[in-house]
């Protein structure tokens, strides 16, 4: 059974910086993407960045020059690290996989959410 598992989110000043991990385990046969969402209360969630072996890496406007995805293929894990970091910037962080599985079919996985804070 596919479980990603995130860590890394706390509370931080504006201006500090958090690294965010996710690990992705469980009959996976291939990860296609790997992406990074958030979601503000009250909102939809709304991507964040992602990063595929074909197409690189993609962010919003937004964290632009501040974030930075990458993954460790070897180990079916996904990082962001949020540096210059805004309250603005305060949400739950979700991640995702697309993924085939060794019983055959893809889908889209979700990590269980983790809270980033920064205060002003």
């Known amino acids: 059974q596919v479980q990603l598992v995130e860590s890394g989110g706390g509370l931080v000043q504006a201006g500090g910086s958090l690294r965010l991990s996710c690990q992705a385990s469980g009959g996976i046969f291939s990860i296609n993407a790997m992406s990074w969402y958030r979601q503000f209360p009250g909102k939809q969630r709304e991507l964040v960045a992602d990063?595929?072996?074909?197409?690189?890496?993609n962010y919003a406007d937004s964290v632009k020059g501040r974030f930075t995805i990458s993954r460790d293929y070897a180990k079916n894990a996904v990082y962001l690290q949020m540096n210059n970091l805004k309250p603005e910037d305060t949400a739950v962080y979700y991640c995702?996989?697309?993924?085939?599985?060794?019983?055959?079919?893809?889908?889209?996985?979700w990590g269980q959410g983790t809270q980033v804070t920064v205060s002003s």
């Open positions: 990063i595929s072996f074909g197409a690189g890496t």
């Open positions: 995702n996989a697309h993924l085939s599985t060794l019983t055959g079919g893809s889908n889209d996985y």
